[in-house]
């Protein structure tokens, strides 16, 4: 192996322990939440600042998250399938249709 290749590992090793120790967390710093929801800093601000994402700001300084909190915001809106919606539609006409 070329020294070029053994860094190029190494920095991969490096890079999956961080995301390892990220998965740990539970509760996130501004830079842990960008890199865990894989979005800039920018438009992290952006949500915070139009409180569209649950965090937290103790002492009106450094912005927090609650890694549960994000899964579960990330979790909502679901899109539904199309299978989802005539399996939905099917048993709303069965229940509607003996009333």
Request: hydrophobic letters at 30%; aromatic letters at 8%; charged letters at 30%.
């Amino acid at each position: 192996m070329e020294v070029n290749q053994i860094l190029e590992k190494l920095s991969q090793l490096e890079q999956k322990i961080d995301e390892q120790n990220l998965l740990q967390k539970e509760v996130l710093n501004f830079n842990d939440a960008c890199k865990y929801l894989d979005i800039s800093a920018s438009h992290l601000y952006k949500l915070t600042s139009q409180k569209q994402i649950p965090h937290f700001c103790p002492q009106g300084k450094k912005l927090y998250f609650n890694r549960q909190e994000i899964d579960e915001w990330l979790m909502r809106n679901k899109q539904e399938t199309s299978e989802d919606i005539e399996t939905a539609a099917a048993n709303y006409l069965i229940r509607n249709k003996r009333k």
